[in-house]
């Protein structure tokens, strides 16, 4: 079976990569074609036939995914490439969704991965707009659809069920719980308990603070204001590590953009009024983000192109123009000049990034590409992240991320 109506996505916008059995294909291209007649940017292996490897494209097109979407069946869950993909994307941080496309079952030992990730049983629901809705809601990204087209179609679909919440447990008493003969001994029992408990921690308490003083009076004389400013002139300062791992010159999250400084977090605003304009058939002064979400944006200036992430973590909706951007991509590809600290950019090679930025917080070798990542430790969405292919034409795929997300 052939999809006609649906292509694989090939921009720069987030989007879906989607990963099924060709054995499947009849079971899973209705839900792939009406994915992308709700706005979804999908990619898919076109060119995979039963028998042959992976192709280099679906391998560069997993290092750009934004999630990872797999239709699972007994067929699928005999692929070592299914496997082998998802195993990158859990690597690189994609987020997994798992479709059970017929009942099974498996264990952390057997399928760690997809039994980790969020599963959605297909055989579950009780027609197919409701197991749709549940999909394109819960599993797959906003950002990697376009805003408009998916509102739309949710106006068409069930709105989700209310989780039910459980009903609380019965109160009961020792007295309900034990016969009659019982539960006046319980009762008593359990009071004496409690307040010899009670007793014991309060003289715990006091005996712990004497011998804490008796320890402070014996290892601590007294000092002279003079002694104690001169040990205090000497004693070393000390000041707690700095809560950023990155490096000290891409701290700041500064580049430049076709000539122009920046620095994220910035604003629509920044970046219009050094000529950039957002491609979109609605304004996107007045096109609402929701709380606490985020959207990709492409942006375009003399026929070159970056993708801009605009977040708002408030709770209440917010206009793209009242947002501020948080993240960056260009790709070699789109022609926009972006440069970092000692003129690093998208083309750059691995020793130059290292030698500019020094030893990357992670660093992956991937066929013919390397990926360089320079992270905040502990911190979500506070990184910037290259990667490079070395080959040919293959280098137009080479492309710097930066993300600098600041909850307010």
Not at 213 to 220: E, F, I, L, S, Y
Not at 243 to 260: H, K, Q, Y
Not at 274 to 293: F, Y
Not at 337 to 359: M, Q, V, Y
Request: net charge negative.
């Amino acid at each position: 079976m052939e999809i006609v109506s649906l292509r694989s996505y090939d921009g720069n916008e987030p989007f879906v990569f989607v990963n099924y059995h060709y054995l499947d294909a009849d079971a899973v291209y209705p839900q792939m074609e009406r994915l992308g007649r709700c706005g979804c940017r999908i990619w898919y292996d076109e060119t995979c036939v039963p028998g042959t490897r992976r192709t280099e494209e679906s391998e560069k097109h997993l290092s750009r995914a934004s999630a990872y979407l797999a239709f699972l069946s007994k067929n699928a869950l005999q692929s070592d490439s299914i496997r082998k993909e998802a195993a990158v994307a859990a690597e690189r941080g994609i987020p997994l969704c798992a479709v059970l496309m017929e009942p099974l079952s498996f264990s952390p030992e057997t399928e760690p991965l997809f039994y980790a990730a969020p599963q959605l049983d297909k055989n579950a629901f009780e027609n197919e707009d409701l197991f749709f809705s549940r999909l394109l809601q819960l599993h797959i990204p906003e950002q990697c659809c376009d805003a408009w087209v998916r509102a739309s179609a949710l106006e068409t679909l069930p709105a989700l069920p209310a989780e039910p919440e459980p009903a609380p447990a019965p109160e009961q008493t020792p007295a309900q719980n034990a016969s009659p003969a019982e539960a006046p001994k319980k009762k008593k029992l359990k009071v004496s308990l409690s307040l010899f408990l009670f007793i014991g921690a309060v003289a715990l308490a006091l005996l712990i603070g004497f011998l804490a003083k008796q320890r402070d009076a014996k290892t601590q004389p007294a000092a002279s204001p003079e002694t104690a400013s001169a040990d205090d002139a000497s004693a070393p300062q000390t000041t707690e590590p700095p809560a950023m791992a990155l490096p000290e010159n891409l701290r700041d999250f500064s580049f430049t953009l076709e000539g122009d400084v920046f620095a994220l977090p910035c604003t629509l605003g920044d970046l219009t009024a050094k000529g950039w304009t957002v491609i979109s058939t609605v304004d996107p002064l007045s096109a609402q983000l929701n709380g606490s979400n985020s959207r990709a944006v492409t942006l375009e200036k003399g026929g070159k192109t970056v993708t801009a992430t605009f977040f708002n973590f408030s709770g209440s909706a917010k206009t793209l123009g009242e947002c501020s951007i948080g993240g960056m991509d260009c790709f070699a590809s789109d022609g926009a000049s972006l440069t970092l600290s000692g003129g690093i950019s998208c083309l750059s090679s691995p020793d130059e990034i290292r030698a500019a930025f020094g030893k990357p917080t992670e660093e992956s070798v991937r066929g013919d590409y390397t990926v360089l990542k320079y992270a905040a430790p502990e911190v979500f969405d506070v990184y910037v992240e290259f990667v490079c292919f070395l080959s040919g034409n293959d280098q137009s795929h080479s492309s710097v991320r930066m993300r600098n997300f600041v909850r307010e």
